[in-house]
């Protein structure tokens, strides 16, 4: 895509699909041509990244062509190619005017969007963390509302702890901590968490993440008395009382507190 060869109105997925099925020339053939003839046309680090593949065996580059293949899978669609055949919208203009940008689709759509709407989301994000904001530069928000149900977003666990620094807070709103889990292992949501400066919870009902607020709130020290009361012999009619104070740790809520709390 760096060619000057491609005008900049066919710089567009379509474009890519069109090189990667080798509609003008065999894949090989046009990687080759990089190493030579149209050398000048590509950066060196495209060159670098690029000729590798140009020298492998024949049964190892159709094995790794196939999964190229079979990734660009969700692209060969009509409707897709013409929506992104032009853009509307330039992602560096976000820090420097005053724009909204709505990416919205239905969860059903997921299959056949997911895989751009994932592209967008990684360029923006990999944009935004090029550089601290310059002067006259404003600050972007990103709000990812149901982000369990975006699929997983590529190096999304890594990129929220940098973009903060760099004047692009991130908001994710999820159902629950266990549907993020399913998507990113949980390990890969405590670093989104960690990297949070606010944790909101909404109407919690489920147990993990009732348990985990009560943990994350902490415990509190309450007074407790013990009485003991003792008779001296089977025949006396007193006892003796004695009287035992200690502070006990419980949590500051626990989670059925939690549960039933006022709306």
Same mark, same amino acid.
């Given at each position: 895509?760096?060619?000057?060869?491609?005008?900049?109105?066919?710089?567009?997925?379509?474009?890519?699909?069109?090189?990667?099925?080798?509609?003008?020339?065999?894949?090989?053939?046009?990687?080759?041509?990089?190493?030579?003839?149209?050398?000048?046309?590509?950066?060196?680090?495209?060159?670098?990244?690029?000729?590798?593949?140009?020298?492998?065996?024949?049964?190892?580059?159709?094995?790794?062509?196939?999964?190229?293949r079979t990734g660009m899978a969700p692209f060969l669609?009509?409707?897709?190619?013409?929506?992104?055949?032009?853009?509307?919208?330039?992602?560096?203009?976000?820090?420097?005017?005053?724009?909204?940008?709505?990416?919205?689709?239905?969860?059903?759509?997921?299959?056949?969007?997911?895989?751009?709407?994932?592209?967008?989301?990684?360029?923006?994000?990999?944009?935004?963390?090029?550089?601290?904001?310059?002067?006259?530069?404003? #600050?972007? &928000?990103?709000?990812? *509302? +149901?982000?369990?149900?975006?699929?997983?977003? %590529?190096?999304?666990?890594?990129? !929220?702890? @940098?973009?903060?620094?760099?004047?692009?807070?991130?908001?994710?709103?999820? #159902?629950? &901590?266990?549907?993020? *889990? +399913?998507?990113?292992?949980?390990?890969?949501? %405590?670093?989104?968490?960690?990297? !949070?400066? @606010?944790?909101?919870?909404?109407?919690?009902?489920?147990?993990?993440d009732l348990r985990y607020v009560s943990d994350q709130?902490?415990?509190?020290?309450?007074?407790?008395?013990?009485?003991?009361?003792?008779? !001296?012999?089977?025949?006396?009619?007193?006892?003796?009382?004695?009287?035992?104070?200690?502070?006990?740790?419980?949590?500051?809520?626990?989670?059925?507190?939690?549960?039933?709390?006022?709306?």
């Amino acid at each position: 895509m760096e060619s000057t060869r491609i005008a900049d109105e066919n710089r567009s997925f379509a474009t890519i699909l069109k090189i990667m099925n080798g509609a003008d020339e065999p894949i090989l053939e046009f990687l080759a041509s990089r190493r030579d003839t149209r050398r000048h046309e590509v950066s060196d680090f495209t060159l670098q990244t690029l000729l590798p593949y140009a020298d492998m065996a024949e049964k190892q580059f159709s094995g790794l062509y196939a999964g190229v293949r079979t990734g660009m899978a969700p692209f060969l669609n009509e409707r897709l190619m013409r929506a992104t055949s032009r853009s509307s919208f330039d992602i560096r203009n976000l820090k420097s005017e005053r724009v909204s940008l709505y990416l919205d689709f239905r969860r059903e759509q997921m299959a056949s969007l997911g895989p751009l709407f994932n592209v967008l989301i990684t360029q923006m994000m990999n944009f935004m963390s090029e550089s601290m904001p310059r002067p006259g530069e404003h #600050q972007v &928000l990103v709000l990812l *509302d +149901e982000f369990q149900n975006l699929g997983k977003l %590529e190096n999304v666990t890594d990129m !929220a702890t @940098v973009l903060g620094g760099h004047g692009v807070p991130m908001w994710f709103f999820v #159902q629950s &901590l266990k549907s993020v *889990d +399913e998507i990113y292992r949980k390990e890969s949501r %405590e670093t989104l968490i960690n990297a !949070a400066r @606010v944790q909101i919870f909404f109407g919690a009902q489920e147990t993990d993440d009732l348990r985990y607020v009560s943990d994350q709130i902490g415990e509190t020290s309450e007074p407790q008395k013990d009485v003991t009361r003792t008779q !001296a012999s089977l025949f006396d009619t007193y006892y003796t009382r004695s009287v035992h104070s200690k502070q006990v740790r419980r949590p500051l809520m626990r989670p059925d507190e939690i549960r039933t709390m006022d709306k």
